[in-house]
């Protein structure tokens, strides 16, 4: 019979286990004004539902907000009716792992924070390159 998260965490009867960054550690957050992240909980927490892997967090670029607009991702322009404000440059955004990875490839690619990127990047991106951006090494 397969342990329930209980008996896996000893029968503590704790939460569940603090998602991991890229780095091993505890995932820290990367923003809360603005406020990201799949679950908007301010970290780059992922989940079945998250079928874009919203778990880079970068500082945004002016010149990776203009890449993503011409890719059809118009992170820059506010949408108030879905409570979204705009990113300027300067901000921190969950970015999807693979949006990311097509900004490194194309000589874009925003800075990261390694302590807030989710472990799930590593299915995308090599930690190499996350380390060549990080801004938190």
């Known amino acids: 019979m397969p342990l329930d998260d209980t008996q896996r965490r000893g029968g503590r ?8 960054n890229v780095l091993g550690g505890t995932l820290l ?3 809360v004004v603005p406020l990201t992240g799949f679950f908007r909980d301010g970290c780059c927490n992922t989940g079945p539902h998250d079928l874009g892997l919203h ?7 002016a010149e990776f907000l ?4 011409a890719r059809g991702n118009d992170l820059s322009t ?4 879905y409570g979204f404000a705009g990113l300027k ?10 949006r990311w990875e097509e900004a ?3 000589n874009v690619a925003p800075p990261v924070l390694l302590e807030a990127t989710h ?8 930690l190499d390159h996350l380390k060549a951006h990080a801004l938190d090494a």
């Open 89 to 98: 440059p300067g901000d921190r955004w969950c970015l999807c792992a693979a």
């Open 55 to 61: 778990v880079v967090c970068a500082q945004v670029t």
């Open 78 to 81: 506010p949408m108030p009716e």
């Open 66 to 69: 203009d890449f993503s607009r």
């Open 13 to 20: 009867g704790e939460g569940p286990a603090p998602a991991k």
């Open 29 to 31: 957050p990367c923003s």
């Open 119 to 126: 472990v799930a990047a590593l299915a995308v991106v090599a």
């Open 104 to 106: 490194r490839l194309a």
